[in-house]
């Protein structure tokens, strides 16, 4: 399964490692947006439409830790019928004034239509990978989010077999400071 998509942002895995590693934040920033793109299961291309949320955390000396959340959902309108790709991501990074950029493993669960050269049909599971983001913001709270996931897509289905799967994600994002 190979995925393509268009925006991002994420919370919730990174919260237990944030209770194992100590730190001193001096801000916390939450995120929001929604994009639209695509994204691509086999050889056919599904419209998408891509909720996320995060959080972060600033420490001293601008070390960022954050939890991510990007849920792509493709609707019913179109061939195969609807389907979700749902990301957790844990990043650690760098963060600046206007900015940050921070890499971390992510862990995915799929439901959704996909074709093979032979055979289409819904393929489902657990996929993990890494993640790579950044976030610069242009105006105030409303920024530019770059995002891209790489995952092993694992199981043995008849649709499509294990491999590796791309979604890339470029759209707004809003963010709230907490000082």
Sequence with gaps: MRTTERQSSSPAVFALLLGVVPTQADASELSAGISF????????????????????????????????????????????????????????????????????????????????????????????GAHAQTNAYVAGPLGVSVSANVDWVGGSSLVLPGHVSVLVVVGPVLRWSMR
Excluded at 88 to 117: E, T
């Design 37 to 128: 793109g695509a994204i691509q299961a086999g050889t056919v291309t599904y419209l998408a439409v891509s909720p996320h949320t995060g959080i972060s955390w600033r420490t001293n000396g601008n070390i960022v830790l954050s939890a991510r959340d990007l849920l792509s959902i493709v609707p019913p309108i179109q061939t195969g019928g609807a389907g979700v790709y749902n990301s957790a991501i844990a990043a650690v990074g760098y963060g600046w004034k206007d900015g940050d950029i921070s890499v971390g493993p992510s862990v995915a669960v799929y439901f959704m239509p996909a074709c093979g050269s032979t055979l289409c049909g819904r393929v489902a599971g657990m996929a993990v």
